[in-house]
């Protein structure tokens, strides 16, 4: 998996560096700390093309609140949107890149 740092995020969007950070704090996109400057990294698949313009899936806000309603912490839900899930037979992530929202918030729902 690819990590962006919150500037390469930024620029793959092609906003602020400022306006990312407003979407974590705000809940839209989700980030961990990594790397030997600990700063903050996300998923590089949380960004999809669309019309030829980059952007967070549209997806991933609903499914972050279903999962922190969960109680899930940030790094809990990075892991498990990153890791293999039997029942959806890909990750979480790559379920939702592919347009498989219910079944990832089912599966989701199925971990209380």
Not at 21 to 26: A, E, P, S, V
Not at 37 to 57: C, K, M, Q, T
Request: glycine share 8%; net charge negative.
């Amino acid at each position: 998996m690819s990590w962006l740092a919150v500037p390469d995020f930024a620029d793959a969007l092609g906003v602020t560096a400022s306006d990312v950070r407003d979407m974590i704090r705000t809940g839209g996109v989700v980030a961990v700390r990594r790397g030997e400057n600990n700063a903050w990294y996300l998923p590089a698949d949380f960004i999809e093309e669309s019309d030829g313009r980059a952007r967070v899936l549209p997806t991933l806000p609903g499914t972050l609140t279903l999962l922190r309603d969960m109680a899930f912490s940030d790094g809990e839900i990075v892991a498990w949107l990153t890791a293999f899930n039997e029942e959806l037979g890909a990750s979480p992530l790559a379920a939702l890149r592919e347009g498989r929202r219910a079944p990832v918030r089912r599966a989701a729902q199925t971990l209380l």
